[in-house]
């Protein structure tokens, strides 16, 4: 029970993080989107050890962006897995690689679970190639390609 991977998105990605938070050596890590509510310094510091992944869409309607952005800075000062760490933003609509519209920024995990091109990103046919119109940042501060999140399961600390 090692590799317990949390994902969800909204509210759920709230849930997701509380319960990070609250369980840490129950889960490796987590891929939070448009996550809502800025966890605190403290409670994030119980995960510092932990690989996440959060991604938000800048044209977000339901979820203000800049708390997103907020969460990611103070993460990025705190973790102690850097590398691992990454900050994937949709600057504007939500495409899928092969740049067909993806849907409503809001919901990138129904996205995500639901548009099978996406599932073929998930999944690594598309790992190598970046995807549309977004920017992912690792907590280093690099500037990397969004994709591999394949990879980032299998090799994130």
């Known amino acids: 029970l090692n590799q317990i991977i949390i994902m969800w998105s909204s509210a ?8 990070l938070i609250r369980n840490p050596k129950f889960y490796s890590k987590a891929l939070i989107t448009c996550a809502n509510k800025v966890p605190s310094k403290k ?10 992944w959060l991604v938000a869409a800048k ?3 339901i979820i203000p962006f800049f708390s997103q952005k907020f969460t ?3 993460l990025k000062k705190l973790t102690k897995v850097p590398d691992s760490c990454r900050f994937t933003i949709f600057k504007k609509k939500v495409y899928c690689p ?3 519209k993806a849907g409503y920024p809001h919901l990138l995990s129904k996205v ?3 548009d099978f091109r996406m599932v073929d990103w998930l999944f690594g046919k598309y790992d190598g ?3 549309p119109l977004t ?12 994709n591999g999140l394949i990879s980032w399961l299998q090799n994130s600390n």
């Open 12 to 19: 759920g990605g709230w849930m997701a993080r509380r319960l």
């Open 43 to 52: 409670q994030l510091k119980i995960v510092s050890n932990k690989p996440i």
């Open 112 to 114: 995500i679970s639901y």
């Open 98 to 100: 092969d740049w067909k």
């Open 59 to 61: 044209k977000e309607p």
């Open 129 to 131: 190639i970046n995807y």
């Open 72 to 74: 990611w800075n103070r």
């Open 135 to 146: 920017e992912t940042v690792l907590a280093t501060n690099e500037v990397i390609p969004t």
